[in-house]
């Protein structure tokens, strides 16, 4: 197994297959203990009682239990056969090689448009891609960093890692930069 492919075995996505609205692709989730997966939310309330997660290797679908949060990261319980990641030991330096590996939502595609009021997380699985950033950090403060590169919809909460695959940070919500600003996705730096 190569270096993504560790990363990404230790991610799932968050679904919200919600029988009276829309499914939803809510955020990437990574495991970071057996069974404790965590990710960023920036809702108010926590999830519904329909949201699952995927799991991205497999797409096994299990139910989500135990929600905490504490500002914007959350961490819940889900039974999988997922790998898990570590947390960085080592501190952040400016221009320090990172790779993010999150799951951007593809509901909106035009593609989709044919499966509208019609997706399970079953049948949503096959189209789950990794999104790749791999760059550098180009700021940082004591609580968040930027990376460059952009990040998507539905990727909130990726891990992003160091060289060694231990996780430095979860991504946050992309903020659309000026057309002439270069792309720097934030994430959420992460400690033991």
């Known amino acids: 197994m190569n270096h993504l492919d560790a990363i990404s075995a230790a991610c ?3 679904v919200d297959p919600d029988l009276n609205g ?3 692709h809510r955020a990437t989730a990574w495991q970071a203990a057996p069974g404790e997966w965590v990710t960023v939310w920036s809702d108010e309330t926590p999830p519904g009682p329909h949201c699952q997660l995927i799991i991205a290797h497999s797409g096994a679908v299990s139910a989500i239990s135990h929600w905490e949060s504490e500002g914007p990261i959350a961490g819940f319980h889900a039974d999988s ?3 898990s990641l570590p947390i960085a030991e080592n501190e952040l330096h400016k221009r320090q090689q ?3 590996v999150g799951y951007p939502s593809v509901i909106d595609h035009p593609a989709f448009s044919i499966h509208r009021g019609s ?3 079953e049948r949503y699985h ?3 891609c990794p999104w790749i950033i791999r760059g550098h950090v180009a700021l940082f403060s004591a609580e968040q960093a930027w990376l460059a590169g952009a990040g998507y919809h539905g ?3 990726s891990p992003v890692v160091n060289h060694e695959g231990a996780v430095l940070g979860m991504l946050l919500d992309d903020q659309p930069a000026e057309p002439h600003v270069p792309p720097l996705s934030p994430f959420l730096r992460v400690t033991q």
Do not use: K
């Open 12 to 14: 799932g996505v968050l």
């Open 119 to 121: 997706l399970t997380p």
């Open 155 to 157: 990727m909130v909460g």
């Open 126 to 128: 096959p189209y789950l």
């Open 22 to 24: 829309p499914f939803r």
């Open 81 to 83: 056969a997922a790998t």
């Open 98 to 100: 990172v790779i993010c």
